[in-house]
């Protein structure tokens, strides 16, 4: 919540701000523009480089820019119109730092870096045939539809304006606990190997360690919510975090270590 709205409540009484419209929940801009600046920023480089008369002619890289571009404007597309029609959002405020550490990592290396080391004339063909490159992309397209389902699936188990949750099933959620994250990983990893330059491998890198971290705190969530006790769902134990049959982060493990710790300081 922010603190213009905080004020709001405390000095007029008001019980709910009316920043939601009627059928959606709360339209959340704050997490919205982490992606559209990567939409801005890459389609002004690519068209920069691409559209002047003096434009080298490059056919074998053409190809593969082309397609990293249209990928590119579908993932963000989709991340934006999710962030601000999918998404379950309670009122509180994502941290200011967090907000500013996402929107470097999206601007500066996904939406500056990445983007000048496909699209100018600098960039290296991998020399990956046509076939190939299709394969690529469908396989994008692929892992990105099956993002957009795990999300609508998450969505549908939080009730508007609460914070409950169910087990969500389905469309990988089956074998791990953030599916969600495991397809994004799929998507960047394939985008990586299809543009091959190292600005796309730290950008990989770097979004899997993020999703990897925030994927066991909610995993080790699950396991502690539906313990089985009093009524509640038993989550299934099989289930790993992120990454099938692997990745799993054990709370009662390190619970022992504590305890073991402390007897033997006694």
Not at 21 to 45: C, M, Q
Request: net charge positive.
């Amino acid at each position: 919540m922010c603190i213009r709205d905080r004020y709001q409540r405390r000095v007029h009484g008001i019980q709910k701000i009316p920043n939601m419209v009627k059928g959606h929940h709360p339209l959340r801009w704050d997490t919205a523009l982490e992606y559209i600046g990567p939409l801005f920023l890459h389609s002004f480089i690519f068209f920069y480089y691409w559209l002047q008369p003096t434009a080298p002619n490059r056919k074998e890289c053409h190809c593969i820019s082309v397609v990293a571009y249209v990928l590119v404007m579908i993932h963000f597309t989709k991340r934006v119109l999710e962030s601000l029609y999918v998404h379950r959002h309670t009122e509180e405020r994502m941290p200011l730092f967090s907000i500013c550490l996402n929107t470097a990592f999206y601007w500066i290396l996904g939406s500056i870096i990445v983007p000048f080391s496909i699209y100018t004339e600098s960039y290296v063909s991998p020399g990956h045939p046509s076939w190939l490159v299709g394969i690529f992309a469908v396989l994008f397209l692929f892992a990105e539809y099956m993002n957009m389902s795990c999300h609508l699936v998450l969505r549908d188990l939080r009730p508007e304006g609460s914070k409950k949750r169910g087990i969500p099933q389905g469309y990988g959620f089956q074998v791990v606990s953030c599916a969600n994250y495991f397809w994004e990983i799929v998507s960047w990893s394939v985008f990586a190997l299809l543009i091959n330059t190292l600005q796309g491998y730290l950008f990989l890198f770097g979004g899997a360690g993020y999703m990897i971290i925030f994927g066991l705190k909610k995993h080790n969530n699950y396991l502690k919510e539906f313990d089985g006790k009093e009524g509640k769902e038993l989550y299934p134990k099989s289930r790993k975090a992120i990454f099938p049959f692997i990745l799993q982060h054990h709370e009662k493990s390190l619970s022992q270590k504590k305890k073991k710790k402390k007897k033997k300081k006694y």
